[in-house]
């Protein structure tokens, strides 16, 4: 009974690098989400998907790139990593019914990636 | 711009009292949710509210709330050293914002 399930759980990048994040969910849910968390800034959305094959900007886009290609699976690249990316990434997912707009908030988070740029 | 603003911003109180933490915004929510993070994890999921003036427990916690749609409360009561943690709420008109959490410390 996995849920949601983040790799790496730690990474270190040198300034200019490029890596990516991969996120999993086995619980066949339609919508998944990237946040990043920093001190006194909260959660914030970086991108979104409502399915697979689809993707949208969040509150925080700059930096990023997304990709859902299978339904279970949800990709954060960063191409040319910056300090500023510093964060704890954190993954998400809901299920998404057509006729409850709260299930589209989301459910079930992963145990986050801690990322330093340095 | 929507906000979020959670008070207190840190609380730390004995086993066994009584608490209140709040979650207050200027717009209409069509939903808020309530989630526990305690450290190294992620957010887990408490509840739900929707309906104006809804009241939900879940054992010792009881999630409020506002008849506005605007405020939400989450009450504990007897807290228990395993009540620790962040609390966030979360919720907005149509895109979903976080708040800032309140940092709970129950002490033994």
């Known amino acids: 009974n996995a849920g949601v399930t983040q790799t790496p759980k730690f990474r270190v990048l040198k300034t200019g690098q490029s890596m990516t994040l991969l996120c999993a969910q086995d619980?066949?849910?339609?919508?998944m989400y990237w946040y990043r968390q920093d001190p006194g800034m909260g959660l914030r959305l970086i991108h979104y998907s409502v399915g697979e094959g689809t993707t949208a900007k969040g509150e925080v886009p700059d930096g990023y790139n997304v990709s859902r290609l299978k339904k279970q699976n949800f990709l954060l690249g960063l191409e040319s990593a910056a300090p500023s990316q510093t964060s704890v990434y954190f993954c998400?997912?809901?299920?998404?019914?057509?006729?409850?707009?709260?299930?589209?908030?989301?459910?079930?988070f992963g145990d986050g990636t801690r990322l330093s740029i340095l | 711009t929507q906000l979020l603003e959670q008070s207190p911003q840190f609380l730390s109180i004995q086993e066994g009292e009584n608490l209140t933490v709040y979650c207050n915004s200027s717009s209409v929510f069509s939903s808020l949710q309530w989630y526990r993070q305690e450290p190294g994890e992620g957010p887990v999921l408490l509840v739900t509210v929707v309906t104006g003036g809804e009241v939900k427990k879940l054992k010792r916690l009881t999630f409020q709330f506002g008849d506005a749609r605007k405020d939400s409360s989450l009450h504990i009561t007897a807290a228990q050293t395993g009540d620790t943690g962040l609390y966030l709420c979360a919720g907005g008109p149509t895109k979903i914002i976080f708040g800032k959490g309140t940092r709970l410390h129950i002490l033994p």
């Open positions: 998400a997912s809901s299920n998404g019914h057509r006729t409850l707009s709260y299930s589209n908030q989301p459910q079930h």
């Open positions: 619980m066949n849910h339609e919508y």
